[in-house]
């Protein structure tokens, strides 16, 4: 059977999987578990219940295995490795036997929680492999982190960076854009991000706060105008540093390479909550930490949802990812309708002032300040007509295990006309 043809309601076995990875991929692992549950926080996990991490971390292994049996890192291995959460660092020992099992050429990323950045753990996972780190530092303001109720204070942020960039060649540190609840605290995030530079950070990323309908902080009016305000002041300090703009919401050390936790081309989800995306193929697997375990012990890929987009969806998902990091290539694109698309709309976007000509890359544009805050908005777009219903549907999984993911409620999860379009194709693996 052609791998790529429109699946059907078929088994996905890991041979049928590895055949639809239309290149070299990256490996992203997901760590459920938290120790504390951040209320504005959107990702899956749980607070772990007895026993229940050493199963977790057993059926990781095992999922693993199918894919390295499969041959889908093939002989040169993932091009990368990304461990994220969750809380990646709560159970290192347990995370060791599969981060030493994966053949991985280059870089190695784990996010870090602040508290768990103390130089025995750091040199832990130095000598696991890890090659970069991502600290969730959010502000150096207890304040702000109070409000966040955060697990940590400033003073373990700062010493979690400053032990991070003595031993990694790449420390990617997260601040919260907008964190800034009331008036009082205004100015906060740019003097966060000062400090960041300060410190030497190889980048940092400045997320606008999602409000997911389904956490506890629930859905809040966005300040589209703020927002942009405060990514442009945040661009005019990075420039006093000498950073440089290296996406729509990150800054980098000029020397230091991009830590890249969403736009690698293509990777493999492993884990409950992880996704996939294989070129022309979009993957999520099972979010309940339960059902996911299930699932491998029973000997399936443990897959909720499927899409499949095709070569013509596969290279629109490419276009995305590749303007977020300011860019636009029409000739990498691997369709061509989607290059004809681009070549024909872009004299519009440059007539809008949303990109212009790159003077280093005959053919590429570069996305403008203006441009970017388009694609900012559009990101929010995505987060809430797309990634919120998906996770919320997901997520009550949970539920049907007993609720264990008390922190969620799916059911307050803004309807969106546009997901019961966008949701019919998806499939559900059997
Ligand atoms: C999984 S957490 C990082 C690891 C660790 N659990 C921690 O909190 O430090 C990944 C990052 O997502 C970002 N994040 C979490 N919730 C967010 C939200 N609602 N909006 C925007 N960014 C968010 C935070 O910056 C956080 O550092
Ligand atoms: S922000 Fe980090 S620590 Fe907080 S709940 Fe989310 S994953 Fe857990």
Redesign the pocket.
Known sequence: MDPHAAPGRRTLTADTLAGLCDGPVGAYLHVPF?ARI?P????NKVIPRLGQPERYFTALLAEARRHLGAGVPGEAGFTSLYV????PTLFPDLLRPIVEALPVAGERAI????THGTPARLDALRELGFTAV?V?V?SFSDDVLAHLKRPHDAAAARAAVSAALARFDLVDA?L?LDAEYDDAHAGTFLRDLEQLFELGAHQVST??????GY?PFGPAHHERRREHELLAQAGRLAQTYGYQRRSVWTFNHPNAPSYTSITRRRYLGMGAGASSFLGRDFLVNHFGVETYIAAVEQGRLPLARWLHLGSLGGAAYDAFWQAYSGRLCASSLGNRAVRAGLRAGLPLLVAGGLVAPDPADDGSYRLTERGFDSYHDLERWVTYHLIEPLWAEMLSEHAAEGGRAGWASPGRTRRRRVWAVVSRPLRRPV
């Open positions: 938290c951040c504005f926080c959107p990702y994220g959460g969750g809380t996010e870090v929680l602040p991502s969730g959010q997260d919260i997320y606008p706060l999602m409000r997911f956490t």
